[in-house]
């Protein structure tokens, strides 16, 4: 029950005592607080983790191996996200009579009741944007003009701030409900009436939501449950693997195709070009390497070209340097990357040539692709026409 209209027909706001369900109650909200805190958790550090990796100047750098580490953590990351959202619901649902309690007369108390309150509201809003915003990106959906990664992190950190002091306020209150029976009306607001559902048909409900929300979007990196997943699962492009950007979009078809088309290799002065034919007689090499989107969607390979190190070789390049990446696309955010030193070094650091045993496809990046082990898509270079060793 929202909104009443008195007799003289204006709205009245309800009173908390209103909603009568004694679902909604701190045993509910709590319980179901501890699973969205636990997916929000998972969320929030394999967030970091993806944020670092594709960070231009990392407080932490990822591994090389295992190969698929960075697809592990995307999928989690998305997947926790998706969990979190019918969790969210549920809760926001059992606290809802509480947006309209009336504020307290003293002073001191309006203060503290004031604090809690902002607090809430940051807390709501910003997983609210979170979310939304996490599952319009997944689903390559992007209705704003901020930049999607710096805004989502920086969000991040106000959601954590608050659901810090949200748990610290609550503390009290969770123990003392999860520590009874989740029947006990200790803390229910006095109107609450009986109602068909038990409160652990509610919290099992949510637990199993979000357990189907799970299993319906994980197929777009986990194989096995593709059949299942009714949401999300990308369809397999060419070999199987499916295209972010294509060639027609990044508008690179003439430079690709081109006969003219060479690959420059610098480092310092020394500059070599190779045409394709000239990759394909550099000695090849196959490594079964997925492609990770931050989107959440992964799939796998066997990609051949050539190792990074050895073409690093062919312009006399000492270890230890950093690599830049240029692709023939002549604008967009992901034309160029900088590849760490250790990544670059790698064995399977490959500028693929090949996948699956095809000449690589227009779409995946020809005539040559970057394919690096444990490296977000995003860092995936295609149709390179340029590295340059980084010696500043
Ligand atoms: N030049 C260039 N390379 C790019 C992109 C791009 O937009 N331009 N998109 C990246 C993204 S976001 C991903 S997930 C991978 C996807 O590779 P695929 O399309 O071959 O699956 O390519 C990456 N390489
Ligand atoms: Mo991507």
């Given at each position: ?186 803390h229910d607001r006095e109107t609450s009436k009986p109602s068909l559902l038990t409160r652990r048909n509610l919290v099992g409900g949510a637990a199993l939501a979000s357990a189907v ?180």
């Amino acid at each position: 029950m929202v909104r009443r209209t008195r007799e003289g027909g204006g709205l009245v706001i309800p009173t908390p005592g209103d909603f009568t369900s004694r679902l909604r109650s701190p045993a509910v909200a709590a319980r179901v607080g501890v699973l969205l805190a636990i997916s929000f958790c998972l969320c929030l550090v394999t967030g970091l983790i993806s944020h670092e990796a594709q960070s231009a100047d990392p407080v932490f750098v990822l591994p090389t191996s295992p190969v698929w580490l960075y697809r592990l953590n995307q999928g989690l990351h998305v997947t926790s996200g998706i969990a979190a959202v019918p969790l969210l619901l549920v809760k926001l649902w059992s606290v809802f009579p509480k947006l309209f309690a009336r504020p307290p007369k003293k002073v001191k108390e309006l203060i503290v009741e004031a604090l809690e309150r902002g607090s809430i509201a940051a807390l709501v809003s910003t997983s609210i944007f979170m979310l939304a915003s996490g599952l319009a990106n997944a689903a390559q959906w992007y209705p704003w003009d901020f930049r999607f990664r710096a805004t989502h992190y920086a969000i991040a950190w106000i959601a954590v701030g608050s659901m810090i002091i949200h748990i610290a306020i609550k503390l009290p209150i969770i123990a003392d409900v999860l520590r009874a029976d989740i029947d006990s009306d200790t803390h229910d607001r006095e109107t609450s009436k009986p109602s068909l559902l038990t409160r652990r048909n509610l919290v099992g409900g949510a637990a199993l939501a979000s357990a189907v929300a799970v299993v319906a979007s994980a197929g777009s990196s986990v194989p096995w449950l593709r059949k299942v997943s009714v949401f999300g699962v990308r369809d397999g492009g060419p070999a199987g693997i499916p295209i972010n950007k294509s060639a027609r979009a990044a508008n690179v078809v003439a430079s690709a195709l081109s006969d003219d088309y060479r690959l420059q290799v610098q480092y310092l002065d020394q500059s070599v070009e190779f045409s394709r034919k000239q990759l394909l007689d550099l000695p090849q090499h196959n490594y079964e390497l997925p492609v990770a989107c931050v989107e959440g969607w992964s799939a796998s390979g066997l990609w051949t070209g050539i190792r990074m190190s050895d073409l690093l070789d062919e312009v006399g390049a000492p270890r230890g340097h950093d690599v830049r990446i240029e692709s023939l696309q002549a604008s967009g955010h992901y034309r160029v990357t900088t590849l760490p030193a250790h990544f670059a070094e790698d064995d399977q650091a490959l500028l693929a040539l090949s996948l699956n045993g095809e000449p690589l496809s227009l779409d995946h990046g020809y005539p040559c692709r970057l394919m690096v082990p444990n490296r977000p898509g995003v860092l995936q270079t295609k149709w390179v026409g340029r590295i340059e060793v980084v010696t500043t």
